[in-house]
């Protein structure tokens, strides 16, 4: 049996947490630099704000409903998650973390354990030890289990947040119930495609022909039909390197002078740097990019990126900051205004097999000096040791005119009571 265990309208949540005053009351969290929502609590939905509605529309909506609006505080949601996943990796040995606020955990070898009881259990040690509410969905594929999940957020008070799909009727039943929509895997676009064949739910879905699932939505669609029949297709994931790491960020006015942008974008190749790092991987290619503001129609606009090839693979900061500021030149034409630029690291190779050159090569010193630097940045807080090119009589940060404090992770900012 596999479990999906789900983080109700999670990032909400977290704020509720350390603001009990919340509870109750319609909240939504803002994406970066306060653009647009992407987390609503149940009233927040109810009052017909959808998800990635842009702030600056629904201001009045805001206003006239008392709405808590907060900017995303990612240090605390992290946080948050890592304790969640903890408790939730206490009760199963195999488990696929799928996302910050969901997990897949196996159950092999619990035939004679009541799964029922024990994901009440996880549900009540979930909320007591961090307060965030789950609900979580028990059936034999990864698929099913998500439609068990949806079942169990959807009717709390029947299922009191948990449901399991362990025989035929309820599977039947759930996937009758479910729109084919809803489904795990069906974007907008094979949602059409399945709804102009009289294909409504999930059910229905399940009774098309193989052969015209595979040619129309790959093997994929294949697996997902499988996976609601309860056929077994899709195990469970363990964590990937990834093949690129991306920092970018949209400024906080229009720059059109180099230095300005020079300092941004080294600091974007650091960022890449420390990441590239904690993978233990080294890039072999790095991009940088300028864009113009596309908005202000009234300047003109100017868009555009470059690719350097290094003579080495390196994760180094130093190297790194050198090759994106070059990059950099290659682009930069005055007399535009810059509204956002990034750096963009790719062609990975780990670091510990990397492929030396006769004429050049990465200075052996910098493994080192890159190990203290992290070392002293995670003791004492990020980039306390920078770079010289980066300003360091600067913070940069994004528009978070609304964020919460990080109760869990700063001392700092952590919840003051008085009594």
């Keep these: 049996m596999f479990a999906l265990i789900d983080c109700n309208n999670f990032y909400a949540s977290c704020e509720r947490v350390f603001r009990p005053d919340l509870v109750g009351k319609p909240v939504v969290v803002l994406s970066n630099n306060d653009g647009c929502v992407i987390a609503r609590s149940n009233e927040a939905k109810d009052l017909g704000i959808p998800m990635g509605a842009p702030a600056f529309e629904y201001q009045n909506l805001f206003d006239k409903n008392n709405v808590n609006v907060f900017s995303c505080n990612f240090t605390l949601y992290g946080d948050m998650s890592s304790r969640v996943m903890n408790i939730l990796s206490s009760y199963s040995p195999d488990m696929e973390i799928y996302s910050i606020d969901e997990a897949f955990p196996e159950f092999k070898g619990f035939d004679f354990f009541d799964l029922q009881e024990m994901g009440g259990k996880m549900k009540k040690q979930v909320e007591q030890w961090t307060g965030i509410p789950v609900s979580i969905g028990f059936a034999p594929t990864k698929a099913l289990a998500k439609v068990a999940n949806r079942i169990a957020k959807k009717f709390p008070e029947r299922t009191k947040g948990v449901y399991m799909i362990d025989d035929e009727d309820k599977r039947v039943k759930a996937l009758k119930w479910l729109k084919i929509e809803d489904a795990w895997g069906i974007g907008r676009r094979h949602a059409k495609r399945l709804q102009e064949k009289n294909v409504f739910t999930a059910f229905q879905f399940t009774y098309l022909d193989d052969s015209w699932v595979k040619k129309n939505m790959s093997v994929v669609g294949l697996r997902l039909k499988k996976e609601l029949l309860g056929i077994p297709t899709l195990q469970l994931e363990q964590p990937q390197?990834?093949?690129?790491?991306?920092?970018?960020?949209?400024?906080?006015?229009?720059?059109?002078?180099?230095?300005?942008?020079?300092?941004?974008?080294?600091?974007?190749?650091?960022?890449?740097?420390?990441?590239?790092?904690?993978?233990?991987?080294?890039?072999?290619?790095?991009?940088?990019?300028?864009?113009?503001?596309?908005?202000?129609?009234?300047?003109?606009?100017?868009?555009?990126?470059?690719?350097?090839?290094?003579?080495?693979?390196?994760?180094?900061?130093?190297?790194?900051?050198?090759?994106?500021?070059?990059?950099?030149?290659?682009?930069?034409?005055?007399?535009?205004?810059?509204?956002?630029?990034?750096?963009?690291?790719?062609?990975?190779?780990?670091?510990?097999?990397?492929?030396?050159?006769?004429?050049?090569?990465?200075?052996?010193?910098?493994?080192?000096?890159?190990?203290?630097?992290?070392?002293?940045?995670?003791?004492?807080?990020?980039?306390?040791?920078?770079?010289?090119?980066?300003?360091?009589?600067?913070?940069?940060?994004?528009?978070?005119?609304?964020?919460?404090?990080?109760?869990?992770?700063?001392?700092?900012?952590?919840?003051?009571?008085?009594?």
């Design 241 to 419: 390197n990834k093949k690129s790491i991306a920092t970018t960020r949209t400024f906080d006015g229009n720059y059109t002078d180099f230095q300005l942008i020079r300092e941004r974008v080294a600091s974007f190749a650091v960022s890449c740097a420390e990441k590239l790092r904690k993978q233990g991987s080294c890039c072999n290619s790095l991009m940088v990019f300028i864009y113009t503001n596309g908005h202000r129609e009234d300047l003109p606009q100017y868009n555009q990126s470059t690719v350097i090839k290094l003579p080495f693979a390196t994760n180094s900061t130093i190297d790194l900051v050198k090759f994106a500021e070059l990059g950099l030149k290659q682009i930069f034409i005055e007399g535009y205004a810059y509204k956002k630029a990034g750096v963009i690291v790719m062609d990975f190779t780990s670091q510990n097999a990397q492929q030396l050159t006769l004429f050049e090569s990465v200075n052996p010193k910098h493994a080192s000096l890159m190990k203290a630097i992290d070392k002293i940045n995670a003791s004492f807080g990020n980039q306390k040791v920078r770079l010289a090119v980066q300003d360091t009589g600067r913070v940069w940060k994004m528009k978070q005119e609304k964020l919460s404090p990080r109760y869990s992770t700063n001392l700092d900012e952590t919840l003051i009571i008085k009594i």
